[in-house]
């Protein structure tokens, strides 16, 4: 099972990205998914979460400017970012509570996390 983010990149401050995680291998259901970052000597934290009915949790931070969404028919999560900011400059990373023949009671997965850099 692996968990493949993209989309980071730098961008000016104002601006906008999509982030992508695509969960491949082989796997029996897809819980929640979300999308967590960590800044350079800080602790992980979440941005924001999206269960399987849809249903959806954002950092106060992400509020009004984030949005996440998933398909589930592509194994899918996304993170619209927009009204960047320079403090949302951290390594994000995308995480999955599925089950899976090795976890058939379910257990977190985590992707290897993409660079956003918000330049002011």
């Known amino acids: 099972v692996q968990l493949q983010a993209s989309g980071g990149g730098l961008v000016q401050a104002g601006g906008s990205l999509r982030l992508s995680c695509l969960v491949s291998?082989?796997?029996?259901?897809?819980?929640?998914m979300g999308w967590y970052r960590q800044a350079p000597n800080d602790q992980r934290e979440l941005v924001a979460r999206?269960?399987?009915?849809?249903?959806?949790d954002y950092a106060d931070s992400a509020k009004g400017r984030f949005t996440i969404s998933r398909d589930n028919a592509k194994n899918t999560v996304y993170l619209q970012m927009g009204s960047l900011k320079p403090e949302d400059t951290a390594v994000y990373y995308c995480?999955?509570?599925?089950?899976?023949?090795?976890?058939?009671?379910?257990?977190?997965?985590w992707g290897q996390g993409t660079q956003v850099t918000v330049s002011s």
């Open positions: 995480r999955a509570f599925m089950s899976t023949p090795a976890a058939p009671g379910g257990r977190e997965y």
């Open positions: 291998g082989s796997i029996f259901r897809i819980y929640s």
């Open positions: 999206i269960g399987n009915t849809g249903s959806t």
